[in-house]
């Protein structure tokens, strides 16, 4: 998606540091298109207690992070919780996203979610209608503004075990959008974790400084392949994208970001790190409805709360994973799960190599 909002540090379990880039991706979609409903091709009739919730994404719904958004909200709505609006492809620039945001809640919408760093474009709003309930990404929260949380390097550890098992160069590496919070975390994670089933493995880290161009994404990932890297993983819509591009032909395994692109290059694809806006938006929703929502607060769901997982690839197959490697990967993520391991959390530090 388009990231060209900074965003900070959440508070809580992935405290997203001050001033971080949205997280993720891809293209440009204008000046927005607004949809109505509960899923593509189909009307869903909301329920009497249905919470009126508007829907806000920076890009088109076929980008990994804003497709996510999308299915999120479009389930809701099919579960009759809200009666959804849904903008895509909305302007990037403050005023102009503060103005969908505005039309939004002039309408009534009684949960406006901007679903980027748009705290800029979403607090003087706010202000001016203090019933109403916002959320965004951002530094804090504020009396009718929530924040998400995004952990997401929880499951970048469990990549990165798979990652230190597969390698045959012991050289691994990661491409994101920007050294932010988000990012930089995920990265260590990865690393991390691939150093718990390989301690050998040495990783190349490329910050790419934009979020929406694949094309210089899959350069910057060429050249960690041709310094050796055989492992990648992408943090960030246009890197997922660079990256399956980069690796389709090549005896090289990558680990996609955000939602399922494994299709791109189904074979080089050991899985991807999911984020589930899902658990947000359903549990904003209820304390919208049941007046529970203000003050704002940070909506956190790691790995226990079905926020982040690891999700396998069944077509990878240009290396195996051990059946040990498996074993050892499930373990761990049920100890995340029960909470008798804690992934480090590290958000910032050295910017790459």
């Known amino acids: ?52 919730m508007a829907l806000v994404l920076p890009c088109g719904s076929s980008d990994p992070w804003c497709n996510q958004g999308f299915n999120a909200a479009q389930k809701l709505a099919s579960e009759g919780v809200v009666d959804l609006k849904v903008t895509t492809g909305a302007p990037q620039d403050t005023a102009g996203a503060s103005q969908v945001i505005r039309q939004y809640a002039q309408t009534g919408k009684q949960l406006v979610v901007a679903y980027s760093t748009w705290a800029d474009a979403t607090n003087p709003v706010a202000t001016k209608f203090p019933k109403t309930n916002f959320a965004t990404f951002g530094i804090k929260p504020t009396s009718n503004v929530a924040l998400f949380d995004e952990p997401i390097y929880q499951a970048a550890y469990l990549a990165g075990m798979i ?88 005896k090289v395994t990558g680990f996609g970001y955000v939602s399922d692109t494994s299709s791109q290059a189904p074979k080089n694809i050991a899985g991807t790190v999911i984020y589930d806006p899902y658990p947000y938006f ?48 499930e373990k761990v993520q049920q100890q995340i799960m029960d909470g008798s391991f804690k992934v480090p959390y590290v958000p910032t530090g050295n910017g790459g190599s």
């Open 1 to 52: 998606m388009r990231r060209t909002r900074l965003r900070g540090p959440a508070i809580g379990l992935l405290a997203v540091g001050l001033m971080v880039l949205l997280a993720a991706c891809g293209s440009d979609n204008g000046g927005g298109s607004t949809s109505t409903g509960a899923s593509a091709g189909a009307s869903t009739t909301p329920s009497k207690k249905a919470v009126g």
């Open 282 to 329: 359903k549990k904003m929703a209820e304390d919208t409805q049941a007046g529970k929502f203000q003050p704002g607060k940070l909506y956190s769901f790691g790995m226990p709360q079905g926020g982040v997982k690891l999700e396998l690839n069944s077509g990878y197959s240009v290396a195996e994973i051990p059946a040990s490697v498996k074993s050892e990967v």
């Open 163 to 250: 990652a230190g098992a597969v390698t045959k160069s012991n050289t691994i590496s990661g491409a994101a959008g920007q050294d932010v919070p988000l990012c930089h975390a995920e990265m260590e994670a990865f690393q991390a974790g691939a150093k718990r089933t390989n301690p050998k493995v040495k990783q190349l880290t490329t910050y790419v400084g934009d979020w929406n161009d694949a094309a210089k994404s899959q350069q910057a990932i060429l050249g960690q392949v041709n310094r050796g890297s055989d492992v990648v993983l992408a943090c960030g819509g246009a890197q997922a994208t660079g990256m399956a591009q980069a690796i389709k032909n090549k």
